[in-house]
Structures are given as C-alpha cells and as structure tokens.
C-alpha cells in the first residue's frame, strides 16, 4: 500500500509558467461558512458504462445522489417584458435567445451594452449599460446536463437548447454561444469560452474573430444558487493581448458573481481540504487512485475508499484523525468539480495557494452521464477548464472524491430546520436520520420496527455516537415507534438514539426491547446539554455493565419533564435508575415518573428514577418498581451524591440481591452524601436489608439534609445500624421528617421522629400541628384529608387516582377518596346493624376480614362491597316455644 506524499503544485498565471516539487508545509486555517450553494445538474437516472438505464440507489451516481440545490419549478419566469427570471440563480435573461444573430466577440460587447427598452422584444425600462455579455459560469447555469430526460413535445429533448426553449426562451440557437470569458491558456487569448448549446453543454474555446451566437444578462435579485466569479482579473483583445479592463464588459471588468472568500480553502490538518466557497470538502490529494482509471473503476474506488480510506489500495492520507476515513464520499458531479477551476489560471486551472497534493493538470471524471450518448459520463479538464463526454469503458481519467455540500433528503417534507423539521413517515426515514444528525424531524404517523432488517441479529443501530453525536430535535408529535428491538450487549451508548450533545426529544411513545453494554437507555444511551419533554417509554432494558435506565443511560446538564418510564431495568454493574442510569451535574428532572422494576444483583447505586443522582434537582417526581441491589439503593434514587430532591415520593419495595452482603438501603433514597437536600418527600415501601437500613434513607452524612418528610414501610436489617426513618446519620440534619413506628417495625429516635398510626393519619386520634410540624404555613406542598391519601400528607402538586365504592346493603367503606399513583389503599369495610361483608372486589384489590387491600394503584376505579343481612338465630324449646 502506497502511503500519501503532500506534493503542492502551484497552478501557473497567465504570463508565466513553471514547475516546482517542494514540500510545503501547509497553513491551517478556521473553516468559512460557504459562500454559495451549488445547484443540481438536473441529472435524475443512471446508466451504467454501456448506456443502460439502472436503478440508482447505491450506484453513487449523480442521479442517484443529486447533490445540491434542487432546482424550483418553475425553473423560469416569463416577466412578459421580454426577459426571463432564473428562479434558481437569480439571474435575468433576454427572451430572445438570437436577437443579434451570428456575431463577433468585439461587437457582442457593444450590442449587449447598448441593449435597451424597445429593442429585441423588450419592455423593461431598461437603458444602456442595463445589459452585458455573461460569463462563461453564468452561460453555463442555462445548460441542462440531463436535457436528454427532459420532454420536448413529447419526445427527449435533444438539446440544451431545445431544452430552454420548453422554458420560454424564443428564437433558440442551435449552436455556440460566446461568454465575456477569455481563455487564459499561452497561446490561447484570442480565443473566448463559449458554450455548445446544440450539442450536450461543452465548455470549449471558440476564436474571438469567429461568429456566435450572443445572449444577454443582466442581475436583479440573488436566487438559492447564486453564480460565483470565474477568477479571471486579466482582459484580452481579439489578437489575445493584454488591455486595459476599465469599460471593456469583459468578464474581469464586470466581475459578475458572488465573490470569494479568502482564504478560499481551508486545510483541515485530517488530509481533507473545505472549500470555502462551496463548503464541499475534497480529499487533499487528488490522485489517491494513483492513475488513470475507467469510469466503472472511480465509482468503485469512491466505494473503496467509503469502506476503508484507500483507493485502488492506495492509502489517502492518515485516516486515524477521522478525515479522510468519513463513509459519504462521493466521485464529483459535473457542477461540483466545474466549481474547483478557476478561470483566470492554467496548469493547473486552480485558485492560486491552494493546498491540494498531487493534482494532475488533465481530465478527471465526474458522476454525470452524457445523455447525448448514454455510455458517455462528462470529464472536466484541470489544465484550463474544459469539459466533454468520454465513454465511459474506452477511456481512462483521473478520480477526485468529494463530500458534503446540499444533499437532497429523504424525507417526507420539510427543510430540517427547527421551524420547518423533516417530517418521518416511515421507518426508511426514521433510519435515514443517522445522516442528518444536526437537523430537527417531526413524526407524521406512529412507526413500527418489529420489520426486517431491524427485529433480528443486532437489530436497530443506534443514531448518533460519540464521535458524531445527534445535535438536532426529534419531536415526536404525540407518535408512537413501537417494536424497537436492539441486541448488542458489547456495545456502549445502545437506544433509539446512541449519542446526543444539544439534542431535543418530545412528545414520544417508545415501546422497546434492548440490550447493550454501557449507557444503554429506552430513548438515548447518553445526553449532554438536551432536554427531553413529554417522552413515555415501556418496555425492557438491560445492560451489561453500567449506566442503564429506562429512557436514558446517562445525562448531563440535561432537563427532563413530563416523561415516564415503564421499563424492566437490569444491569449488571452499576448506576442503574428506572428512569435514568446516572444523572449528573447541571440536569434537572421535573414531573417525571418510573413503574418498573429495577436491579443490579452486585453492584451499586440503584434507584427507582434515578441510580446516581449528583449536583442536580429532582422535582414533583415519583417511583412504583420495586428496586433491589447491593450497596446505595433507594426506591427513588440510589446513590444521591449533591442536588435536592423535592416533593417526590417512592411506593416500590426495596431490597437487597439474595445471598449478598448489602447496605445502604433506602425507601427513598440508598445514600445522601454533603450537598444532598430531601425536602417535603415520602416513602412508603418496605425496606430489607443488611446494614444501614431506612425507611427513607440508608445513610446519611455531614453536610446533608432531610426536612418535611416521612416513611411508612416495613424496614428490617441484620445490625444495629437501622431506622424508621434512616439506617444511621453522620451529623446530616434532619428537621420535621416523620416514621410510622407501627407499620416500620422501628421505634429509633434522633434520625427522624415516630409516630402511630393514629398520630399520621386524619380521621383517627389526628393533631396535624403536633405529628406534621411546619408542614401547613405558607405556600405548602402537602395536602391532608380524611379521603386523600387513606388520611396520609399527599403532595399538591403531583397526581392522584380517585377509589370510590359502590355498597350494596347496609354499610360503609372506610379511606376511599384520592390516592397518589402507586400508593397502596387499605380500606376499612364496616357493616351496618344485623349486616356482615359478603364480598368485595374492584381495583384489583384483596379482602381480608374487614379490610380490602389494594396495593398499587395505576387509574381510577370502583370497589364494589356487598354486606348481606344476618339471618336470626331462632332458639326452639323442647316445649315448642321459642
């Protein structure tokens, strides 16, 4: 494999010409923006190098990648005044295309710049000076590459020419027009670049003291691909000597066109180089192939070079920085590499201090067939500018990749942006996303994956990596994608969406089934400085190692609000969270909540919404799942390092791995370390575990603060080390927080205060001012009622389940009313005077003797009692009387 050596090749001026191989070494620069954006050809089918026609997808042919601005229909408009406006370029155009018949270069100028209102047809306004002789980029905007494919009364058109004139031109010419170009090749300045309408659109020298045709142009307006200047800034007259530009319409005196920018190329330092002008970037040598090839071959070294960063075998550059080793290179359409020359230089015709290595001052090929003769594909010379149509299997050219630019889109409408997002429709769109990741998209109807390729073998391939993540948005528009189904356990950031950096998500219903290895999650594996809003996951998700959570693995500097997950979470190490794997500085979780279980047999920090939880805030949030692992697990948050958790409540089970040594468990959370606030939250599940063990909090620390707060689950360890309320506290502060000491088991003092039953609950022997105390002043978070939350505090801000009963016979039902998500509803069943409980069924709940037991509310529902009447015990006496 030969490795790339960065030759320079100075292309030369008009007045002089050498020769120089040096190694130079090669300034870098800050990359422009573009100046102007390419058009398309126009070219729209593909033929392979016998001239058949073939379906383009994949052939890396112009019509199949049409790379640039497509063009506007109508292409022309007819301003009835005898000029046409190019809707694409701006440009406009004298209707009558052959006004002034066969003409000299010399007299072109003066019948162009004398043009005015009343003559040729026009009834502009216009006045001397108005009009001028185009140049040869702007004679060359006219020229439809793919005439050919384009319809002439019903029949190809087989012309350009007969192609402008279907666009309203009249009094078309068959034949070559003259441009106010010169031709800067010594030797060559007495001729001038003309355009061959008549036979496919060639650029190629006519002498000035010939006769051709002339058209007329003048600007009014800049189009979406505007024409850029040739870079002549020398004038000839018709012998090919040098004059004075000043007054002579010559192309360097006019200097039509967008300008460029400067410097106009910008070396990546990757062995890529940007062309600022067009954004295009090139492979810096431009004789990677290393020789000439056939057509068929300089597609397949393009591929070649996709798949590995050689062509023909030869190494393009050290591709280890990722530059020349990008997957969308693409051999150059017609338009594309015409927009490297520079007009004013020959040998090569290149813009003076370019950075390009090993160029060759002699043809290359481009992607674009000839459609005069569909075996032909058009080749663009680097000596001077001039192009033609070669066959496509008879003759050997040079090979130049490129990438980037304005590629068409696949999808169903829109322009990317985030007021006008590409709009999904179907799953080939939503994949195509991995090749638009700075854009915005909106779905437009609900998509299922379970389909080949992707509900088998790995399955779906993340979008977005590291390397190159997901910038853009992803609203979901209140859309389903259903039947995702990933199987890569060796491979890190494993979602919907591997990687995101600035990414938005919204308004989106996953249902999934994914295993991977690190920062796997049911929406994106990892998030840094997004935001995900409205966004409900079910499902299952399962990691090998670390960073696992329902809708996300890992995020940071990230909000997320008014999104769920009902996910089955599993991994095998570390930071695993029902809702997020590991949240870290900087995020924020609003009105959020999780419903599945969530585990980690050996490892730690597992929580309900969130395993690792640090310099962040968690609000108006809640768990259900039931969470179980071995060091820092909590029903809400396993390991909380700094933040504040607030007004949020966990109702799961926690518990350690069987057969494991675990500690630091929680009912909210496993550990609090300095910095952690937990403020007006509650847990009420059961809690099992070895050593620091509460009801709350597993452990707690210095600089750490529990305030309005309460527990009521059953809490049980193997040490001493146990609480109703927390496991053990290292001088962390604890203010009005609360444990039910008959339902915990506990009766610990100092680290959260008991209370009964009674004590807790309105509607019994209730004080609020004295078991609650500070809880009701001001604005508060909490609420308490007989018929809210069985008479526990419930915080306003969250959402409740309403239980009614609906009793038949004589009775009633104790603790219905409104009951956070997930709570548990005990509910007392007395029957009147002479009935007894017949039955009760409804919300799934379990009778047992006067009381009916429901233990986790997911909707509203009805439970339905029947007390039935006693029958009287009749006593009859031996004597008959009773």
Avoid at 244 to 263: N, V
Avoid at 468 to 494: A, C, E, V
Avoid at 673 to 681: P, Q
Wanted: hydrophobic share 35%.
């Amino acid at each position: 494999m030969k490795k790339q050596i960065r030759l320079l090749l100075t292309s030369l001026s008009p007045l002089a010409m050498y020769c120089a191989l040096s190694f130079v070494p090669v300034p870098l620069h800050t990359a422009h923006a573009a100046t102007v954006d390419l058009p398309q050809t126009g070219q729209i089918t593909c033929y392979d190098a016998a001239g058949t026609e073939i379906d383009c997808p994949g052939t890396g042919q112009d019509g199949d990648i049409r790379a640039g601005v497509a063009w506007p229909q109508p292409r022309f408009t007819d301003n009835n005044d005898g000029t046409l406006t190019d809707n694409l370029t701006g440009l406009v155009w004298l209707q009558n295309a052959n006004c002034n018949g066969d003409t000299y270069w010399n007299d072109a100028f003066t019948w162009a710049n004398t043009l005015a209102d009343g003559a040729c047809g026009l009834a502009d306004d216009s006045v001397a000076g108005d009009w001028r002789l185009p140049n040869i980029l702007e004679l060359e905007s006219l020229v439809n590459v793919d005439h050919g494919n384009a319809s002439c009364s019903g029949v190809p058109c087989a012309s350009p020419a007969a192609w402008l004139a279907t666009q309203g031109f009249s009094n078309i010419g068959y034949g070559y027009y003259f441009s106010s170009s010169t031709a800067i090749q010594a030797g060559h300045q007495a001729d001038a670049w003309t355009v061959d309408m008549d036979d496919g659109g060639d650029l190629i020298h006519g002498s000035k003291s010939s006769n051709y045709l002339v058209l007329a142009v003048r600007e009014t307006s800049t189009g979406p691909a505007a024409v850029w200047r040739t870079g002549q800034t020398a004038c000839y007259n018709t012998s090919g000597s040098l004059v004075a530009c000043a007054g002579t319409g010559q192309d360097a005196d006019s200097l039509a066109g967008a300008a460029w920018p400067e410097p106009r190329f910008t070396d990546n330092g990757d062995w890529t180089v940007t062309d600022n002008l067009t954004g295009l970037t090139w492979l810096q040598n431009a004789n990677c192939a290393d020789g000439t090839r056939e057509w068929p071959a300089a597609l397949a070294d393009v591929a070649e070079l996709n798949a590995g960063g050689t062509m023909n075998g030869n190494d393009c550059g050290d591709i280890s920085s990722g530059g020349a080793h990008q997957t969308d290179w693409r051999l150059p359409n017609y338009k594309e590499l015409l927009s490297l020359i520079d007009f004013g230089r020959y040998n090569p015709a290149l813009p003076t201090s370019h950075p390009f290595s090993n160029v060759v001052a002699n043809y290359y090929w481009t992607s674009t067939t000839g459609v005069r003769n569909l075996a032909t594909a058009w080749i663009v010379s680097l000596w001077d500018g001039y192009t033609q149509t070669r066959t496509k299997s008879d003759f050997t050219y040079y090979v130049w990749p490129v990438r980037g630019g304005i590629l068409p889109h696949p999808f169903a409408g829109g322009d990317g942006s985030a007021a006008d997002p590409y709009q999904i429709e179907t799953v080939a769109q939503l994949d195509a996303v991995r090749d638009y990741l700075a854009s915005h998209f909106i779905l437009t109807a609900d998509l299922n994956l379970d389909v080949a390729p992707y509900n088998d073998g790995e399955g779906w391939q993340p979008i977005g990596t590291y390397s190159t993540p997901f910038t853009g948005g992803f609203d979901g528009n209140s859309h389903i994608i259903g039947g995702l189904f990933i199987n890569r356990p060796t491979q890190d950031n494993t979602s919907l969406f591997g990687y995101g950096n600035g990414a938005d998500f919204a308004d989106l219903t996953l249902q999934v089934n994914i295993t991977g290895k690190s920062q796997v999650g049911g929406l994106v594996g990892w998030l840094e400085s997004g935001t995900i809003s409205g966004v409900d996951v079910s499902g299952t998700v399962q990691g090998m190692y670390t960073e696992v959570g329902g809708l996300v693995g890992y995020i940071r500097e990230t909000a997320i609000d008014q999104s769920s997950a009902a996910v089955e979470v599993s991994a095998g190490t570390s930071h695993v969270g029902g809702l997020v794997g590991n949240v870290q500085n900087g995020s924020s979780i609003t009105y959020c909540h999780a419903t599945g279980s969530v585990s980690s047999p050996t490892n730690y920090a597992v929580g309900g919404v969130a395993g690792t939880f640090w310099g962040s805030s968690l609000e108006d949030s809640y768990a259900i799942g039931n969470v179980s692992g071995k060091d820092s697990v909590g029903g809400l948050a396993g390991y909380y390092g700094s933040g504040s958790i607030t007004r949020c409540y966990a109702t799961g089970n926690v518990s350690a791995t069987p057969g494991v040594t675990s500690y630091n468990l929680g009912g909210l959370a496993g550990t609090a370390e300095s910095g952690a606030t937990i403020t007006d939250s509650f847990a009420t599940g059961d809690v099992n575990g070895a050593d620091q063990v509460g009801g709350l909090l597993g452990r707690q620390t210095a600089g750490s603060d529990v305030s309005k707060s309460y527990a009521t689950g059953h809490v049980t360890g193997t040490t001493s080390n146990v609480g109703g309320l927390i496991g053990i506290n290292y001088g962390g502060g604890v203010d009005a927080s609360y444990y039910n000491s008959e339902t915990s088991g506990q009766s610990d003092t100092g680290k959260g205060e008991p209370r009964t039953t009674a004590q807790m609950r309105q509607g019994m022997a209730y004080d609020a001012a004295a078991t609650y105390v500070g809880w009701f002043g001001g604005t508060p978070a909490w609420g308490i009622g007989e018929s809210f939350h069985g008479g526990y505090p419930y915080l306003l801000a969250l959402p409740r389940f309403t239980v009614d009963a609906a009793i038949t016979g004589s009775g009633s039902v104790q603790w219905t009313g409104e009951y956070p998500p997930g709570t548990s509803a005990e509910l007392g069943l007395v029957p009147g005077r002479g009935f007894s409980i017949s039955s009760a069924e409804g919300c799934s709940g379990l009778l047992t003797g006067d009381l009916y037991t429901i233990s986790s509310l997911s909707e509203d529902c009805t439970v339905t009692v029947v007390f039935a009447k006693k029958f009287p015990w009749i006593l009859f006496l031996p004597n008959g009387s009773r």
